[in-house]
Structure formats: C-alpha cells, structure tokens
C-alpha cells in the first residue's frame, strides 16, 4: 500500500551491448529517478582538486612508490533504506512463472504492480548518499 503523499515512480529498463563480455547483452531495471522526490540530502562529497594533486604528486615524487586505485563493484546497489521508495512494474515485464510462485495477481492493478524498493539500487537519487554514508560508517 502506498503511504500518503507519496508518488511512485516508474521501471526504466536499461539495455547495453558490452562486446568484451562472455554475454555481451545486458538488461538492467532501474528506478525512474526523475520522479522521486527525496527530501534528504543527495549528493556525495568529493575532495578537492588540490587534494588529489597533492596526493598524486606524493606518490609520483617518492622513488619506488607504487598506486592502487579500487573500483567498487556495484557500489550503490542492496544499501539499506529507512525511507522507502515505489515504483510501479507493468505485468508485461514480469514472467508468468514468477507471477504464479509468488501468487502475484491479486496485487494487480490497471495492467501494473505496484512494489515498494527497501534497498539502494540504480536510478535512486539517494543511491550514492547512502552508500557513501555506510562506507563512512564502516571505516
């Protein structure tokens, strides 16, 4: 059940050809982001320029230094949520079999689903905050 004043968003589906992989096809879901309206705070801080110049520059200057940069796979994704998002997912995008298992029809309505997203995952305006604030956390 939606909450009220709340409006649910839409499914994206995002489709990619990646020529480099075993399956170079991807589909993805995501979460029509223009239409949330999260009222915390979205963006993620950065440093500075200067910073990494100065960071940069140490490592480049010392003899025998060595670099390691890390890219987080799939960083945004499963972070825990205390505000809930929704979105509606029309029918046609969810295969009969997982209808079935799930015993998903009485939740029909107008062609559509509506779900309630419990945790981070792409299209989320907050995604990044999150994320960012649990790393924060953990370190």
């Not at 997912?89 to 079935?100: G, H, K, Q, R, S």
């Not at 689903?113 to 981070?120: A, D, F, N, S, Y």
Request: glycine residues 6%; proline residues 7%.
């Amino acid at each position: 059940e939606l909450p009220a004043g709340r409006i649910p968003t839409y499914l994206r589906v995002v489709a990619d050809y990646r020529e480099q992989k075993e399956d170079p096809w991807r589909i993805r879901w995501t979460v029509g982001g223009n239409r949330i309206d999260y009222p915390g705070n979205v963006s993620t801080p950065t440093c500075e320029l200067t910073t990494v110049k100065m960071h940069l520059n140490s490592v480049i200057s010392t003899p025998g230094a060595r670099y390691c940069c890390a890219d987080v796979k799939d960083f945004y994704l499963n972070t825990p949520m205390q505000r809930y998002e929704y979105m509606w997912v029309t029918v046609d995008m969810i295969p009969d079999d997982v209808l079935l298992a799930y015993d998903l029809t009485p939740y029909i309505h107008n062609g559509r689903i509506l779900v309630e997203i419990r945790k981070g995952m792409y299209g989320l305006p907050q995604a990044g905050r999150l994320a960012y604030d649990k790393l924060i956390k953990h370190l």
